[in-house]
């Protein structure tokens, strides 16, 4: 397991990882992501290096799946250039275990890399009978490959809290935690069932649609933020952070952290379009990862201070 | 080649219904309705943002679909009757039953309007939406046939409507891209990935993530997620539920075998629906054997499109089914010389009728299929689908392992296919294809 937090008492009750539940225990936690391998691998160890720098709490790296059905084109993008440079799960693994960051890591992908993974899935095709018989592992061997990594949760957009259970079990087994995604339509008993699998923090979707920065952000974020009220999970907002401004706002509205992706990946697509070095890229990565830590940091302190409604 | 399925023909009259009646509600009907599960197949892997989406379908498909709730399948049979002209033929192939010393009938599904079965399913879902006050559709088109079948439902129940196609396939497709121009559709291109069906896919799903709301994505074979699967078989199912009477009706007895082809599978679960309780009738699902069975796993590429016979257990575009991926996972690129069959995944319910070993599943390959394509032309007067064509592959290779009256459904016609015969034929010698020297000169 990671040693790279040390453990506090914070409310380690929550989930399995102590170093996540530290991440949120003591001011807002700034998640960024990046699709790991994009554009090349050696870049994008230094442009999480970069993140880490700029004062991420938690580091939400990308493992690209072929048909990534959640992303819109921004991280769709990054995805394909990651896949073209032969990102894998196994180089995926060895990325995540060269990193030497202090923030703790979390897995995004879709589920059938989770599921293959150590099945051979594929390589018997050819010569497959037609009886269909197949030798799927299911999600364990990803999860204890992960944890061996260093991995500390998971995060799988196209994974329904319905047919969890499986992973759910193997990431208690590892101790990682496995996030879910809670959208602004999630309400009623589907928002009961998806927090009862949830552990680590909630990724509050902002707004419907797929991933991609925004310059406003939705009425939709404080409505969920006040449904998720009840629940004694952190709250991370996602979809459409991209400015301090925007980070300030969602964590004065009661946000416990800001997940930010599409806006860091069209950093790394700018310096691939315009031949950027890897050491310019890297430094607007960590600039804008400042700006957004700073403005959560500004949004709790305005939160903190008492006001005449609270 | 594989072998093939059961070769029974023991069915008695004692052992049959024939009273043409086809009741819905039997066992392999009723497979799937209630929660969306085949066996270890099916299921709903979904974003959370289309749950809702999901779960309002799943309602609306009970209550209209399987309860006919303000007669909405009374409606839906009338439209196919009156816009799609049903009911289809089931047509007695002398010349075939000749050649193969067996009855062969074709389902003329190439006589639905717009020249496919795909406006079965098309109209059922655009009606649906209209029932569940959705004001937009949207959908993905692979060779365009369901995207034309989508455009023209669209413009006869006068709803808005956006096809998303890779872009790829338009400059394959362009007479197809015209024909949904023509019924008032937007063509919206995809350049992700090869931009083929798989990539459309998953765009229309992330336009649907958006839209949820006022939007109805009409899904076009039985794939994805929980209820399309048997959503679409349900409206497909006219097919077999027709050809079980007629077959009933012309030779007092159920037949021996039906074939379909199979890409994702919606003209094979159609075709299959109605004879699956029918254990003595085989059942056989060809699929596109490209130009090879094996695999190229550096380059990600399948240089065929049989996910049932080839493929391995996984989960895409929103359910577990049978794939084509490399042992990472990561989908492959299928290919086929029908842009129809060309999708690396299958519908679950054939997966798990394949595992049961009530579907045989065989793969056909490109020269059997345009093989199959000229000898149906010449001998019959009918120019199919290339996807089509691969059944009647089929039934060149394995007609003496088959019973006494054999089923093939004619899913489509090949009008659309012309260009690409002229192409693939001229790089072939085959016995029953004209000369093509006046048509490989440069037209």
Not at chain 1, 79 to 106: I, K
Not at chain 1, 249 to 256: C, F, K, M, Q, T
């Amino acid at each position: 397991m990671s040693e790279r937090v040390t453990e506090t008492e914070a409310n380690v009750e929550t989930g399995n990882s102590a170093a996540i539940a530290a991440a949120f225990a003591d001011g807002p936690a700034y998640i960024p992501y990046l699709a790991v391998g994009d554009p090349d691998y050696e870049a994008s160890l230094e442009y999480v290096r970069a993140l880490d720098r700029g004062g991420a709490d938690v580091i939400e790296l990308g493992l690209p799946f072929s048909e990534p059905i959640a992303e819109g084109p921004t991280i769709q993008g990054a995805l394909v250039r990651s896949l073209d440079a032969g990102m894998t799960p196994d180089r995926f693994f060895a990325f995540a275990e060269e990193l030497d960051v202090e923030a703790p890591l979390v897995c995004m992908t879709y589920y059938n890399l989770i599921y293959q993974y150590g099945s051979g899935a594929g390589e018997a095709q050819s010569a497959s009978d037609a009886s269909g018989t197949t030798a799927s592992g299911g999600p364990r061997p990803f999860v204890e490959r992960a944890a061996a990594a260093g991995i500390e949760g998971l995060v799988v957009p196209d994974l329904p809290a319905e047919e969890a259970d499986p992973l759910r079990e193997a990431c208690d087994e590892f101790g990682l935690d496995l996030v879910f995604i809670v959208a602004p339509t999630t309400v009623g008993d589907r928002l009961d069932r998806i927090m009862s699998q949830v552990s680590g923090y909630v990724y509050v979707q902002a707004r419907l649609g797929t991933t991609g920065a925004r310059s406003d952000v939705s009425d939709q974020t404080t409505e969920s933020l006040d449904r998720l009220d009840d629940y004694d999970v952190p709250k991370a907002v996602g979809f459409g952070i991209s400015t301090g401004e925007h980070a300030e706002r969602i964590v004065a509205g009661g946000a416990d952290g800001i997940i930010v992706g599409s806006a860091l990946v069209d950093i790394v697509a700018d310096g691939v379009d315009s031949d950027l070095s890897t050491a310019a890229v890297a430094d607007r990565l960590e600039a804008l990862s400042r700006e957004l830590k700073d403005g959560a940091e500004r949004g709790y302190a305005a939160r903190a201070e008492p006001t005449g409604a609270q | 080649m594989s072998e093939t399925g059961p070769t029974t023909s023991e069915t008695t009259d004692a052992g049959v219904s024939t009273d043409g009646a086809t009741p819905s509600r039997r066992p392999g009907r009723e497979r799937g309705r209630a929660d969306g599960k085949f066996g270890r197949y099916g299921g709903q892997y979904v974003p959370e943002a289309l749950m809702p989406a999901i779960e309002e379908l799943t309602d609306a498909y009970e209550r209209y679909v399987l309860d006919n709730e303000d007669g909405f399948m009374d409606e839906f049979r009338e439209r196919l009757a009156d816009f799609g002209g049903r009911p289809i033929p089931l047509q007695r192939a002398d010349r075939l039953s000749e050649r193969y010393d067996r009855e062969v009938f074709l389902k003329r599904e190439d006589l639905l309007h717009g020249g496919a079965h795909k406006l079965n399913n098309a109209l059922g879902q655009v009606l649906l939406a209209k029932y569940m006050g959705k004001e937009r559709i949207i959908a993905e088109t692979g060779a365009g046939q369901h995207g034309t079948a989508t455009a023209m439902a669209a413009a006869h129940l006068d709803m808005p409507c956006e096809i998303y196609m890779g872009e790829r396939d338009i400059n394959r497709q362009r007479p197809n891209v015209f024909r949904m121009k023509l019924n008032g559709a937007e063509v919206n291109p995809v350049t992700a990935g090869r931009g083929t069906l798989k990539e459309a896919i998953s765009e229309t799903m992330r336009d649907w993530a958006t839209t949820v709301e006022n939007t109805h994505y009409v899904i076009g074979s039985v794939v994805g997620p929980h209820p399309f699967p048997v959503m679409v078989r349900d409206f497909q199912a006219v097919i077999s539920e027709e050809a079980r009477a007629q077959a009933i009706e012309k030779t007092g007895d159920l037949p021996t075998d039906v074939v379909a082809c199979a890409g994702g599978g919606s003209n094979t679960m159609g075709a299959f629906a109605a004879f699956v309780d029918d254990d003595p009738v085989a059942l056989h699902a060809i699929e596109a054997g490209g130009s090879t069975l094996e695999v190229d796993e550096e380059a990600g590429v399948a240089p065929n499109s049989a996910s049932l016979y080839a493929g391995e257990e996984g989960v895409l575009h929103g359910a577990r089914t049978k794939l084509l991926q490399d042992s990472d996972g990561q989908i492959m690129e299928s290919h086929s010389i029908s842009s129809g069959l060309d999708y690396a995944g299958v519908g679950p319910e054939l997966a798990y009728l394949v595992d049961e070993g009530r579907v045989n599943p065989v793969a056909v390959d490109d020269d059997a299929a345009l093989a199959g394509f000229h000898r149906l032309s010449r001998t019959e007067g009918i120019i199919p689908a290339l996807e089509t064509a691969h059944a009647f592959g089929f039934l060149e290779e394995h007609h003496e392992d088959l019973g006494e009256r054999v089923i093939v459904n004619v899913s489509g016609r090949g009008d659309k296919d012309l260009d690409a015969a002229i192409e693939e034929t001229d790089k072939r010698d085959i016995a029953e294809a004209p000369d093509m020297s006046m048509f490989t000169g440069g037209i």
